[in-house]
């Protein structure tokens, strides 16, 4: 069964009860009923029974249900939750030295535990993964150690069928530089750090006076260090200053000392192992970029937008926040970022989370001529609205995707157009310059489908859009809530079969990061697979599928000769039956 959210480990903490003791936390009602749940608990390396874990139950499977019981596993490891109705229950279990987890849990799946006539729910084996520790220290060019830095997480894992690179969780350090990172399941991981000297963040609440030469001028500014964010001041004629020398920054780094993340390197934590990973930063003279923020051609006197963005691992990017400081004169300076490379965008209306834009290698200090960052042609208005008489769209995620494979994804908020029809917001954004084709489909919400694509300033042929990348682009896509539902029995030798991967793929293999459907079969080795969009597909259920990259169709081939093959038409519930490989 799937998870949609995080779950709430913090809570199960707080309300951890003995098996019989009273409930003095208003929990919600048990389920009453004449069937139980019964099972131990046990260490996944050793397979000892492991006492004194805290096991929670709610019921169904949905994450947004509430825990009614909590008990504790007895010296044995054995737990019991007694007088239940007949339905299905989700249970976790917690342990000082043990990664938090639900029954049988796979990326965000687990298995539910069914109750009810005939089915089996008293002979589980929960079997608990020791949690890993990674601890450190950051210290300066002192030795010192440095307060308030930034411990950012990292874990390389197969998900969705594919190995990727996720931020895990994020830390600070204390008082003495240090840091620690538990509950975490044995995996691949890496740590970076990211911190601002300490003069930097007391001097935000006193102010800093910086000074530049722009245009044979000299100037004096007042920025605001504290909060990472410019303050801009007008311009006044003073004499400079030597107030640069708190000009310094600390560049980020990444396990074990390196300043790009291609060059980090991996801790392989087994369950239960601690290692530690020290930092030491030594400051280093701020980059500094200037322009002219409002350029003498900008068409109704727009001033310059310019974003600064940075690779993340695993080929993301995300903003970061330099100092800005602004003159009378139109002259604008970021500052507060180390010299490496970053992708520099620029635009008056530009709202993609593409990441496209001109890379440059910054070092000491830049001069942006007009129009230098920037990568982008005229705007793209879209606006997606949903088939009249359906239901409000509450919001709506579409994707244009070039030839090359790099995406721009619109997210568009709920507004009703001027005749009152259901439609999600209308959105601007900016493409590259020259003539592209891209093709257009929606992620989200599940089970969305393009029922007609209207344009000015493009050709529209079916789904792709071609731009000749010099006039502005209007955009109304309509869409419809057209998806199906499917329910099954995982079997294996006759006989239901929990744990599998339940995995429905286009037959095609094309899109499948928008078509994929995927759940964990319970404990009575039925699944549900929500919100399918019509089309072809091919039905697999894998007993080791969790541990394999199947998004690579080699990987799948063995089984691809048993697979079922189903044509799923709109809003239709389908219900299946399928073998276990």
């Not at 997480?153 to 990172?181: C, M």
């Not at 990211?194 to 500014?221: E, I, L």
């Not at 209306?349 to 007009?370: A, C, F, K, N």
């Amino acid at each position: 069964m799937m998870i949609w959210r995080a779950f709430p480990w913090v809570v199960l903490f707080v309300l951890a009860l003995p098996a019989q003791a009273q409930n003095p936390f208003n929990l919600p009602p048990r389920p009453n009923g004449p069937f139980e749940i019964r099972g131990v608990v046990l260490d996944a390396r050793t397979d000892q029974a492991l006492p004194e874990v805290e096991v929670t139950i709610q019921e169904s499977v949905q994450p947004s249900s509430e825990v009614f019981e909590v008990v504790e596993s007895s010296s044995n490891g054995g737990f019991r939750f007694a007088n239940l109705a007949e339905g299905k229950y989700t249970i976790r279990a917690s342990r000082q030295g043990y990664a938090p987890q639900a029954y049988l849990q796979h990326e965000n799946f687990w298995t539910g535990i069914a109750v009810g006539p005939g089915k089996d729910s008293v002979h589980l084996r929960f079997p608990l993964h020791p949690s890993a520790t990674i601890t450190g220290q950051v210290t300066d060019e002192f030795g010192e150690g440095v307060r308030g830095a930034e411990i950012l997480l990292w874990k390389e894992e197969l998900e969705n069928g594919v190995h990727n690179i996720t931020q895990a969780e994020s830390s600070q350090t204390d008082d003495e530089g240090k840091y620690r990172l538990e509950h975490l399941p044995g995996g691949k991981y890496s740590v970076s750090v990211t911190a601002m000297p300490w003069f930097s963040r007391y001097a935000g609440s006193q102010g800093v006076t910086t000074w530049f030469d722009g245009k044979n001028q000299r100037g004096k500014m007042q920025v605001s260090l504290m909060t990472g964010t410019g303050a801009a001041t007008h311009f006044t004629e003073s004499p400079p200053s030597a107030d640069g020398l708190l000009d310094v920054v600390y560049p980020t780094l990444y396990y074990p000392n390196s300043r790009d993340w291609h060059g980090m390197g991996w801790m392989n934590l087994l369950a239960g192992q601690t290692e530690s990973a020290d930092f030491h930063l030594q400051t280093e003279p701020s980059v500094h970029i200037q322009f002219q923020s409002q350029p003498q051609d900008a068409e109704g006197g727009q001033s310059r937008n310019v974003s600064l963005l940075q690779e993340l691992p695993g080929g993301g990017q995300s903003t970061i926040s330099p100092f800005t400081v602004e003159t009378e004169s139109g002259l604008t300076e970021i500052s507060g970022i180390a010299a490496g490379r970053y992708y520099i965008q620029e635009g008056v209306r530009v709202d993609s989370d593409s990441g496209v834009g001109q890379e440059m290698d910054l070092q000491g200090t830049v001069q942006l001529g007009p129009g230098e960052s920037s990568a982008y042609g005229p705007a793209i208005q879209c606006e997606v609205r949903g088939v009249e008489g359906e239901q409000k769209l509450e919001f709506a995620t579409a994707e244009l995707k070039d030839a090359q494979g790099h995406a721009h994804t619109i997210v568009v908020y709920p507004r009703t157009d001027e005749e009152g029809h259901p439609a999600a917001g209308s959105k601007f954004f900016n493409l590259p310059t020259g003539p592209q084709a891209y093709e257009l489909s929606l992620s989200q919400p599940p089970g969305l489908v393009v029922k007609k694509i209207e344009a000015k300033g493009a050709k529209v042929t079916g789904t792709t859009i071609e731009t000749d990348g010099a006039q502005e682009v209007n955009l109304v896509v309509t869409v419809a809530q057209v998806a199906s539902n499917m329910t099954g029995v995982a079997q294996k030798n006759g006989k239901p079969f929990a744990a599998a991967m339940i995995l429905l793929m286009p037959a095609d293999h094309k899109d499948w990061e928008r078509l994929v459907r995927r759940d964990q079969s319970d404990s009575d080795g039925t699944f549900r697979l929500p919100s399918i969009v019509p089309g072809k597909y091919e039905l697999l259920a894998l007993e080791k599928g969790w541990e394999m990259e199947w998004s690579k169709p080699e990987m799948l081939q063995p089984f691809l000769a048993k697979a079922q093959n189903l044509e799923i038409g709109e809003r239709q519930e389908e219900s299946v039956t399928v073998e276990v490989q």
